[in-house]
C-alpha cells in the first residue's frame, strides 16, 4: 500500500475509511459488476449511454485507488454476452466507449506499470475493437505491477462451456485422461487462468446477483452489494466496501479458529458457508 496521504488526503471523508483498513489484510483479487449506468442517465433524463460514459470516470477512479492501495487484480465486468441484446445505438456507443477508453488511457496503465488483460470471447467483437485491445495487450505485455482485468463479451457459463469441450476434444485426440481433470486443472484453464479467484465481488446499483459473472471462480468469494449506481461509486465506496470485506470471518466452509477448537455435541450438523 502507498503512504496514506497519496490515497486520501488528511481530513477528507475518505481518509476517515482508509485509517481503518488493516493494510495486511486487503483482498487480493476484487472483483466488480458494475450495473447502474441506465438508472443513473434515467434519473436525469439523459440517454442511457449517457451513463456509459459517466461509468468510465468511476472505471478510473476505482483503478487508480486499488492500484495505490495495492490490490494486486482488479476485474471489471465491461460487456456480457447477453449484452448484445440491448439496443444496437447502445451496445456500438458501448464499444465506441472502451475505444476511446483504452487509447486515452494507456498512459495512465504504462507510467503505473498497470497489466492489462480480457476475459471473455473478444471474436464477436468488431475487428477495429479487437486492434485497440491488442495494441493495449502489447503495449502493457513488459508491466509487472496491478493487473486490470476487462470481461467483455464475458458469460460465466460460456466460458465453462468452452472448457469441456476442450477438455473433451483433447481426450478424443488422446491428449487428456479423464484422471487428470481435477478443480486445479478447471481453474487452469479458465480464462482467468494463472490467477487466484476473487476475494471480494462489489455490485453496484442494488441489484443482487451474479449474472453469470465468474461463476467458477466465485465459489468462496465474499460479496458486497451497494445501492451505489455505478456512475457515482467513487474512491470512498471501494474503501466502505474494502473495510466491510475486513470485518468478515472467511472460513471457506471450515470452521473459524475459535470454533475448531471447542467441543461440539453430536447431531451439531452445521453448513459449510
Ligand atoms: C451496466 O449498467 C453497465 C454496463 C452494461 C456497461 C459498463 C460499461 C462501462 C462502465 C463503460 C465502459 C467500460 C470500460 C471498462 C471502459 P446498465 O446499463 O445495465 O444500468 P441499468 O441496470 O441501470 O440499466
Redesign the pocket.
Known amino acids: 500500500m502507498r503512504h496514506l496521504d497519496e490515497i486520501a488526503e488528511p481530513g477528507a471523508p475518505e481518509r476517515a475509511v482508509l485509517n481503518r483498513i488493516d493494510p495486511d489484510r486487503l483482498p487480493r483479487h476484487v472483483a466488480v459488476i ?7 442517465a ?1 434519473a436525469r433524463r439523459r440517454p ?1 449511454v449517457e ?2 460514459r459517466a ?2 470516470q ?2 478510473r477512479e476505482i483503478i487508480d485507488t486499488s492500484s495505490r492501495l495495492g490490490i494486486e487484480i482488479l476485474t ?1 465486468y ?3 454476452t447477453e ?1 448484445w441484446k440491448r439496443p444496437r445505438y447502445e451496445v456500438i456507443t ?1 464499444m465506441a ?2 475505444k476511446e ?1 483504452l487509447r486515452k488511457e494507456l498512459h495512465t496503465f504504462l507510467e503505473n506499470n498497470l497489466r492489462f488483460r480480457t476475459i471473455g470471447r473478444l471474436d464477436r467483437l468488431d475487428a477495429s475493437v479487437r486492434k485497440e485491445l491488442d495494441h493495449a495487450l502489447e503495449a502493457t505485455a513488459r508491466c509487472t505491477g496491478p493487473l486490470v482485468q ?1 470481461a467483455l463479451n464475458y458469460s460465466g457459463r460460456q466460458e465453462l462451456t468452452d472448457l469441456v469441450r476442450q477438455a473433451a476434444a483433447a481426450a478424443e485426440r488422446g491428449e487428456l485422461r479423464a484422471e487428470a481433470i481435477d478443480e486445479e486443472w478447471i481453474g487452469r484453464h479458465l480464462d482467468t487462468g494463472g490467477i487466484p479467484d476473487p476475494d471480494l465481488l462489489i455490485r453496484t ?1 442494488g ?1 443482487q446477483r451474479i449474472s453469470n459473472f465468474l461463476l467458477w471462480q466465485l465459489a468462496y468469494t465474499e460479496i458486497y452489494f451497494t445501492p451505489v ?2 456512475p457515482d461509486f467513487r474512491k470512498i465506496h471501494l474503501l466502505e466496501a474494502i473495510l466491510d470485506y475486513q470485518q468478515r470471518e472467511r472460513r471457506f466452509g471450515g470452521l473459524s479458529p475459535e470454533e475448531q477448537g471447542v467441543f461440539m455435541p453430536t447431531g451439531d450438523v452445521r453448513a459449510g458457508t
Open positions: 458494475m450495473d447502474g449506468n441506465g438508472r443513473w434515467k442511457r451513463g456509459h461509468g468510465i468511476s472505471v471489471l465491461a460487456f456480457s449484452n458501448l466507449l472502451l477508453y476487462i446499483s441489484e449506481l455505478w
